[in-house]
């Protein structure tokens, strides 16, 4: 092969590469919720102001993770678990939740990929309008070179595995408190 098919080929891999990037699935980045597992309270929750993240880019920073995504699997997750009943917008409820993604770290290469989520949660009290619980949860996904051949699936796999991770753990936290 001369100079000039190499650069050819190389350039195609590359956008072939870049083209598998996906976006992380709602559906991937919700937990599977044994409902047995947590306390049912009687009050109402409504999702607040969630906040943070980056939206994926195939072509400099890959697949990350947004505030949109995390709200839709926040809130699936949250009624799955029965915790709360969980309100619109618009009602008023008994507690109100927002939510910052502070950081992700994620690898630009490997075999093994894992990505790190941290994210903080405030339970503001809806009467008093005063944060009654507040924590920074971490967590660590790791996707496997042997969960996909494609990088950039691996990626996305460890994503959406760290925000399921994340989610648990909250639910776990919240369901202490018995509220």
Not at 47 to 76: N, T, Y
Not at 105 to 122: E, H, I, K
Not at 135 to 155: E, H, Q, V, W
Request: aromatic share 8%; charged share 15%.
């Amino acid at each position: 092969m001369d100079n000039l098919s190499k650069y050819l080929f190389v350039v195609i891999a590359t956008i072939l590469l870049l083209g598998c990037t996906t976006t992380p699935q709602l559906a991937n980045m919700v937990p599977y919720i044994p409902n047995e597992n947590y306390y049912h309270s009687n009050k109402s929750l409504k999702l607040g102001e969630i906040v943070g993240g980056e939206k994926s880019d195939p072509l400099f920073k890959g697949s990350r993770i947004d505030a949109i995504s995390l709200r839709g699997a926040l809130s699936i997750a949250i009624q799955n678990s029965h915790m709360f009943q969980l309100l619109n917008f618009n009602q008023e409820a008994n507690y109100l939740l927002n939510v910052m993604i502070l950081s992700q770290n994620q690898p630009a290469l490997g075999l093994d990929m894992s990505v790190s989520l941290t994210v903080r949660y405030y339970l503001i009290d809806g009467a008093t309008k005063q944060v009654i619980w507040s924590n920074d949860i971490t967590s660590i996904y790791t996707a496997k070179f042997s969960d996909s051949l494609i990088g950039a699936s691996r990626l996305n796999m460890a994503n959406e595995g760290a925000v399921r991770e994340n989610i648990v753990i909250f639910l776990h936290e919240i369901s202490s408190l018995r509220l």
